[in-house]
C-alpha cells in the first residue's frame, strides 16, 4: 500500500495547478504588469488628472488646489486654505465629481478634498 503523504498531486489536482503556469503569457502583458507595479506611467497619469481638474474646476478654484492623486477610485484633491476646503466639500462636491465623471469615466468612484499647507 501506497503511502498518502508522500503522494505528490496529479496534473488535474488544484494545488497543482496553483503552482504552475497555465501556459505562455504575452510579453505585452508581463510588461503592461511591471509598468503598473513599478509606477513607471504614472507622471503621465497624474498629468492628465491635473489637466482635468483643472479644467473641470476652473482657474479660481484651481489656483488654490492640487491634484494629489487616485488611489481605489478616489481623486484627493489638496486644498491651501480652510475656507476653500469648506467651500468645495459643503457647495461643489456633488457638481464637481458628476463633472469629473462624466470626462473621466466611473473610474473616479469619488472625489476627496484635504487640508495642504503650501511649500514656499
Do not use: C
Not at 58 to 86: D, F
Amino acid at each position: 500500500m501506497r503511502d498518502e503523504r508522500n503522494r505528490r498531486p496529479g496534473p488535474g489536482s488544484s494545488s497543482s495547478q496553483s503552482r504552475q503556469p497555465a501556459g505562455p503569457e504575452a510579453i505585452g502583458g508581463i510588461v503592461g504588469r511591471l509598468i503598473q507595479m513599478r509606477g513607471y506611467g504614472r507622471p503621465q497619469g497624474d498629468a492628465e488628472l491635473r489637466d482635468l481638474w483643472s479644467s473641470i474646476a476652473g482657474e479660481q478654484i484651481a489656483a488654490g488646489t492640487r491634484v494629489m492623486g487616485l488611489k481605489n477610485g478616489v481623486l484627493t484633491v489638496g486644498v491651501n486654505s480652510s475656507p476653500l476646503l469648506s467651500e468645495l466639500s459643503s457647495f461643489h462636491h456633488e457638481r464637481l465629481l458628476e463633472a469629473l465623471q462624466a470626462k473621466h469615466g466611473k473610474r473616479i468612484r469619488d472625489l476627496k478634498f484635504k487640508r495642504t499647507t503650501t511649500r514656499g
